[in-house]
T-cell receptor, first 114, second 117 residues
Framework: GNSVTQMEGPVTLSEEAFLTINCTYTATGYPSLFWYVQYPGEGLQLLLKATKADDKGSNKGFEATYRKETTSFHLEKGSVQVSDSAVYFCALKSTPGGYQKVTFGIGTKLQVIP | EPEVTQTPSHQVTQMGQEVILRCVPI?????FYWYRQILGQKVEFLVS????????KSEIFDDQFSVERPDGSNFTLKIRSTKLEDSAMYFC???????????????FGPGTRLTVL
C-alpha cells in the first residue's frame, strides 16, 4: 500500500536559517505529492503540490521537487521566519481522482527562534 | 475565500456515549472525507463520500462509525458508542468537481478535538 516517511521532529532553527524536511514515499503508479502545513490551533492547509515527475511545487518561499528516481519530495526554504513555525505534513494521492484518499506522513514540527 | 468549517471545535464525552461531529464543506464540492489524528500520530483516512454513498473506507471505520449528508450543506460523522481510543482530532475535507482546478486538492477544516473520558 501507499506510505509516506518523513523525518521526525521537532526541528529547531534560528531565523533566516535554511530548512530541509525530508520526505520519501512508496506508492503504485504515479502519485500526486503534497505538503500540508498546520499552524498552531488551525487546520491543515495545502502548502504546495506536484503532480508529475520533475515538477517543482512552490509557495511562500517553500519549494519541493517531485523526484521519481529517488521517490522523494523534500521540502526546502532558503530563509525561515518565526511565522513559519508549524507542523509540516508530506502526503500523497495515488491518482488524480477526486475521491482518492490522501496518505499522510507523521508530520514534522518546525520551531523557528528569533 | 470559501472554507470548510467544523463544529464543535472541542467535544468532551463519556465512554459509551454517541457523538456527532459536524462539517460544512465548501458549497460546490461533491466529494467529502473524514480523517483523524490521534495525538502524536499520523493523520489517518477514515472515509470518503460521494453521491450520497461511501466511496471508500479504512479498516478504522467500523460499524461504530457512520456518515451522513442530511441536507445540502452538512456532512456528519457519528460515533455510536465512543471508546477511549476514539480520542483524536477529526478533520473533515472536501474536494471539487472534475472540471475544477481544485479537483485534485482536498480542502481541510480546522478539526474537532474529541476527548473521550
Amino acid at each position: 500500500g501507499n506510505s509516506v516517511t518523513q523525518m521526525e521532529g521537532p526541528v529547531t532553527l534560528s531565523e533566516e536559517a535554511f530548512l530541509t524536511i525530508n520526505c520519501t514515499y512508496t506508492a503504485t503508479g504515479y502519485p500526486s505529492l503534497f505538503w500540508y502545513v498546520q499552524y498552531p490551533g488551525e487546520g491543515l492547509q495545502l502548502l504546495l503540490k506536484a503532480t508529475k515527475a520533475d515538477d517543482k511545487g512552490s509557495n511562500k518561499g517553500f519549494e519541493a521537487t517531485y523526484r521519481k528516481e529517488t521517490t522523494s519530495f523534500h521540502l526546502e526554504k532558503g530563509s525561515v521566519q518565526v511565522s513559519d513555525s508549524a507542523v509540516y505534513f508530506c502526503a500523497l494521492k495515488s491518482t488524480p481522482g477526486g475521491y482518492q484518499k490522501v496518505t499522510f506522513g507523521i508530520g514534522t514540527k518546525l520551531q523557528v527562534i528569533p | 475565500e470559501p472554507e470548510v468549517t467544523q463544529t464543535p471545535s472541542h467535544q468532551v464525552t463519556q465512554m459509551g456515549q454517541e457523538v456527532i461531529l459536524r462539517c460544512v464543506p465548501i458549497s460546490n464540492h461533491l466529494y467529502f472525507y473524514w480523517y483523524r489524528q490521534i495525538l502524536g500520530q499520523k493523520v489517518e483516512f477514515l472515509v470518503s463520500f460521494y453521491n450520497n454513498e461511501i466511496s471508500e473506507k479504512s479498516e478504522i471505520f467500523d460499524d461504530q462509525f457512520s456518515v451522513e449528508r442530511p441536507d445540502g450543506s452538512n456532512f456528519t460523522l457519528k460515533i455510536r458508542s465512543t471508546k477511549l481510543e476514539d480520542s483524536a482530532m477529526y478533520f473533515c475535507a472536501s474536494s471539487g468537481l472534475k472540471t475544477s482546478s481544485s479537483y485534485n486538492e482536498q480542502f481541510f477544516g480546522p478539526g474537532t478535538r474529541l476527548t473521550v473520558l
